[in-house]
């Protein structure tokens, strides 16, 4: 089983899982993962958009296979570098006056908490904001956005994103949620993060007691392979379960990584499995640094159908697009074959 050969004392600790994560392209090197030929070509790559991978991750990865699921989602890659796409495609920056807080429906708002990750994915929708202090909430603006969130009554859902929001101390996490369950019409605080796939010890018992104390919470992440469902994995989802707080899956549609049938009707009867909803699965956002991922939508519309046919219906995701200047997530089904390159 993948994810199941190191283990030592300090390799269950969080921190020093992140103490040791590689974060250049010399420890790529160091580590056999890019040869020293190919290696300076990915130094820009490096430099426009931060590397950063955990040991425990990595040691899913079948370091044989270059085309390995985990490899594709973590290792930088020269074409990050090709344009063509916009960098805020949901002019996100800049929806509010508080800079980290974003309000793009009526109803809900999301804060970037932090802008650090346990792995830089390679994919992320943020890849382009996420280096700049500027567009990160932290500590400073925290009080600006809960003023700024008392003004707006309509917003019932508070969804606090990153970066990673479980990489903040759980002192400050837990001051986060008592604050927004302190606002009379912040109903559900929802957290998206990636902890449970890349770093799974952070969910520890003493977290997911903290988190408990402030539902009504939900918890998405995002597993977007099976061989990411590991023990470690499903043990960190299972605490928060076991203590009311639903975790539903959002998986991201990735050229070479989950794009076929096989992969996705395995990754959907896994979370069903073990407790955890399989939600979304969202095409790739059209953002600069990312177009190597993206899959045609008529792809996504053809996986839809054929996985449907072969899923029960509590298994089966919603096939969904955020397409720049709408209003919501859009079904796939509902985008024309035209233009659907994205
Ligand atoms: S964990 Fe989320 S925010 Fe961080 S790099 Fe991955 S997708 Fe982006």
Redesign the pocket.
């Given at each position: 089983m993948r994810g199941r050969k190191k283990r030592h004392g300090s390799w269950c600790d969080w921190r020093w899982q992140l103490q040791h994560a590689i974060r250049s392209v010399e420890a790529l090197e160091a580590e056999a993962l890019v040869e020293r030929a190919s290696a300076e070509a990915l130094v820009p790559v490096v430099n426009r958009y931060p590397l950063c991978i955990t040991p425990y991750y990595l040691e899913l990865a079948n370091r044989a296979d270059p085309a390995d699921p985990v490899l594709l989602q973590c290792l930088p890659d020269r074409r990050e570098l090709d344009g063509g796409q916009a960098a805020d495609p949901f002019a996100e920056e800049g929806s509010t006056d508080v800079p980290g807080l974003v309000q793009r429906y009526p109803d809900r708002a999301l804060v970037m908490t932090t802008s650090a990750?346990a792995?830089?994915?390679r994919h992320?929708?943020?890849?382009n904001l996420?280096g700049d202090q500027r567009h990160v909430v932290g500590s400073r603006r925290w009080a600006a956005v809960c003023e700024e969130l008392q003004k707006r009554p309509a917003v019932r859902e508070v969804i606090l994103s990153?970066?990673?929001p479980l990489l903040l101390e759980t002192e400050a996490l837990e001051h986060m949620l008592h604050d927004l369950h302190a606002i009379s019409h912040v109903e559900v605080v929802r957290i998206g993060t990636?902890v449970p796939v890349v770093l799974p010890m952070r969910i520890d018992d003493a977290l997911a007691d903290a988190l408990a104390r402030h539902r009504p919470l939900w918890v998405n992440t995002?597993f977007n392979h099976p061989v990411e469902l590991t023990a470690d994995a499903l043990a960190a989802c299972e605490r928060l379960i076991s203590r009311g707080i639903p975790v539903s899956n959002q998986a991201v549609l990735l050229r070479g990584v989950n794009d076929n049938l096989d992969t996705l009707r395995e990754l959907c009867n896994s979370l069903q499995r073990n407790m955890i909803r399989p939600y979304y699965v969202f095409q790739c956002d059209p953002v600069q640094g990312t177009g190597h991922f993206h899959t045609e939508i008529g792809k996504g519309i053809e996986l839809s159908h054929e996985l449907s046919c072969s899923l029960g219906g509590l298994a089966m995701p919603r096939f969904v697009a955020d397409v720049p200047g709408s209003d919501g997530k859009t079904p796939l089904g509902e985008l024309t074959m035209e233009g659907s390159s994205s």
């Open positions: 990750c792995v830089a994915c992320c929708t943020r890849k996420l990153g970066g990673d990636r995002q």
